[in-house]
């Protein structure tokens, strides 16, 4: 299709186990996002990306969130030894114009 | 003090009926606005910019108040259609925008 797709939709983790979530932006958008968002909250913002530079990564909660894009097309985002806290919609946008399109997002469940 | 604050409603409204909310923003040197509609697990979408003369697109009205530091949205003739979750949305510098904890507004026949 041609919105962004983010993959996997749906991700149950244990915790202490590692994941990773991909982003597959609108082609030719430069710049590209990641949100976190928690049940009954706002989207808030992780990081963005202009091509493969990660030019802010100050929304990433702790070390053990790691972002990347290292063509500048697909990012995946990686989170390491999850915790309950983690569990959330993990949304992508990629942005044209300085609108913002949104992927569907990833759910991901830390038990 | 979160940079964007919403009410979060429920709104809660018949059809036809009017309904308007609002949003603060802490940072005043913000430079565009937003609002976005966010169906049940789904992703947001844009709904509209908001315009500093203010600007309509149909039923739907967006307000800016700078001094004041809020921007409102008034939803007329509301339609069953229209219950979601309004984001409001803030960019504060070339890029990052910032949201909104998000009005829910439900429509009842």
């Known amino acids: 299709g041609a919105g962004v797709s983010q993959s996997p939709r749906y991700k149950v983790a244990k915790r202490g186990q590692d994941v990773a979530l991909r982003c597959d932006p609108i082609?030719?958008?430069?710049?590209l996002f990641w949100y976190q968002q928690a049940l009954g909250q706002g989207p808030e913002f992780l990081t963005y990306f202009q091509n493969e530079a990660q030019l802010d990564k100050s929304g990433l909660p702790s070390d053990r969130f790691f972002a990347e894009r290292p063509e500048g097309s697909v990012s995946t985002l990686k989170i390491q030894r999850t915790q309950q806290e983690d569990s959330a919609v993990y949304l992508c946008?990629?942005?044209?114009?300085?609108?913002?399109?949104f992927g569907e997002g990833s759910r991901l469940t830390v038990l | 003090r979160k940079e964007v604050e919403q009410d979060p409603g429920p709104f809660n409204v018949p059809e036809g009926a009017t309904v308007a909310f609002n949003c603060t923003y802490s940072?005043?040197?913000?430079?565009?606005f937003f609002w976005y509609r966010q169906d049940c697990r789904k992703e947001p979408k844009l709904l509209m910019s908001?315009?500093?003369s203010g600007n309509e697109d149909g039923r739907f009205t967006a307000q800016l108040n700078r001094a004041s530091q809020y921007i409102s949205l008034l939803i007329r003739d509301s339609k069953l259609s229209d219950s979601a979750t309004y984001l409001c949305?803030?960019?504060?510098?070339?890029?990052?925008?910032?949201f909104g904890a998000g009005t829910t507004v439900t429509v009842r026949a």
């Open positions: 940072n005043s040197a913000s430079q565009s």
């Open positions: 946008a990629s942005s044209f114009a300085g609108e913002l399109f």
């Open positions: 082609s030719g958008h430069v710049s």
């Open positions: 908001v315009y500093s």
């Open positions: 949305a803030v960019r504060s510098n070339d890029y990052k925008l910032s």
